[in-house]
Every structure is written in structure tokens, then in C-alpha cells.
């Protein structure tokens, strides 16, 4: 499959090792290809883990050579205080499908959900259920399935909804209707309460924040040499 009608990969990690090797024959034989490097945006193609050993690029974001195109945005983000992997940033241009206001209002009112919540009481009569139906389950998973999407579609479906209904009676808490996303993102409250621990003292936010201090300024340094390059 030829890469002629894509970027040349630039790549700022040069190192190597069989990892790589492998993953690269991966992408070769399965039409997979890297977008980390290739992307219009040159300056988001950047490392993304910082070590002990330094910077690299392990990390990454793989597309079937077909679907290249509809990566819009690829973006390595700046490294944060919760890992040392940069988020990857990433917008897709994909195709929705349209709604009138009547059926999205019919969709809404006919979509139900359940939910489940593991109870630790019940696991002993949950796995004698599941006994008592292993039966039922084999002769599904045994059967000839069609060799097909659709086949495929309804051998899975058949199976999960058979072992749901085994499984739902100990662990399901109520069906409810499902609203408006939109109604639902703009009723929800988040609030997010956070206790230190009794051993984070004094000297444990100080050095917190010397930290983050640190790595706010090694971003800019990265951003600023970045720049400095284009």
C-alpha cells in the first residue's frame, strides 16, 4: 500500500528498538499507518512521555490508511501533573446523522436503561444461576454461526441479552427512561470535593508546588523551542 498521498513522516524521537520494529511491520501489513508526525500541524508532532532516560515518543495515534483523511486535528498536549504521558488531542470529521425535532423527541421517550450495581451478597446465587444455565449458554456459544456481519450481529446479541437476563435479576437496580443529553449535561452537577491525605503536610505542598512550577516552565521552554524551530 503506497504512502504516496501522505505527509513523510518527521518523527523527533530517533531512536529505535524491536518495539518499534514490530509496530512498524504491524502498520505494513494491516494498512494501519501513525499519524504522530505526519499531521498538517508540524508542531503538534511532538514527544510524548518524559522519563528518567529523557523524551520519546511512545505514544501514538494509528488510523486504517482509508480513514487518514478524516483526522482534522492531531495535537500532543502539554505534560500535566497526573502522568508523565502528554494527553493527545485529537478531532475526527465524521458524519452524524440528522434528526427533526419529532423524532429525536421519539427516540428519547422510547430509549430506556438499566442499571446495575455489583452486590457482593448475591455473587454465590449469581454463580449458581449461572450453573444452573450453563446449558442454555453452550448450546449458543456451539452453534454455526453465519459467517457474516450480520450473522456475527446476532450471535453476539443473542448471547449477551440471554446472559443478561441470568445475570440482571441480582444486580439490576431500575430501568429508567433516558432524557435529552442536552437537558441532562445542563441539569447535572459536578462537584468535586477533594481531602488531603493525613500524611500531605506542610512540607508536601511545598514541594508540590515547587513541582508544578517546574513543569509549567519546562511547557514553555518546549513551546518556545518549538517555535524557535518553525
Not at 25 to 51: E, P, Y
Not at 138 to 166: P, R
Request: hydrophobic share 30%; with cysteine; charged share 25%.
Amino acid at each position: 500500500m503506497s504512502d504516496n498521498n501522505l505527509p513523510v513522516r518527521r518523527n523527533p524521537d530517533q531512536g529505535t528498538n524491536e518495539y518499534g520494529t514490530k509496530l512498524l511491520n504491524l502498520c505494513r501489513s494491516t494498512g494501519l499507518r501513525i499519524v504522530n508526525g505526519r499531521h498538517k500541524d508540524g508542531t503538534a508532532n511532538d514527544f510524548t512521555f518524559c522519563g528518567s532516560r529523557g523524551m520519546s515518543v511512545v505514544d501514538y495515534l494509528i488510523v486504517p490508511f482509508d480513514y487518514f483523511h478524516i483526522v482534522e486535528q492531531f495535537i500532543v498536549s502539554n505534560f500535566t501533573s497526573f502522568s508523565d504521558h502528554a494527553p493527545l488531542h485529537i478531532r475526527l470529521q465524521c458524519k452524524t446523522l440528522s434528526y427533526t425535532h419529532e423524532q429525536q423527541n421519539r427516540n428519547v421517550s422510547s430509549s430506556t436503561f438499566d442499571s446495575f450495581r455489583w452486590n457482593d451478597d448475591l455473587k454465590e446465587q449469581c454463580y449458581e444461576s449461572l450453573i444452573l444455565n450453563s446449558g442454555l449458554l453452550s448450546q449458543i456459544v456451539f452453534c454455526d454461526a453465519k459467517k457474516s456481519q450480520d450473522g456475527i450481529d446476532n450471535y453476539i446479541e443473542t448471547f449477551t441479552t440471554q446472559l443478561t437476563d441470568i445475570v440482571a435479576p441480582f444486580f439490576r437496580i431500575s430501568s429508567n427512561k433516558s432524557i435529552d443529553s442536552r437537558a441532562q449535561r445542563t441539569s447535572r452537577k459536578f462537584v468535586c470535593k477533594t481531602t488531603d491525605k493525613p500524611w500531605f503536610n506542610c512540607e508536601c505542598r511545598r514541594l508540590r508546588h515547587v513541582y508544578l512550577s517546574a513543569l509549567n516552565m519546562f511547557n514553555k521552554n518546549k513551546i518556545a523551542e518549538k517555535s524557535s524551530e518553525t
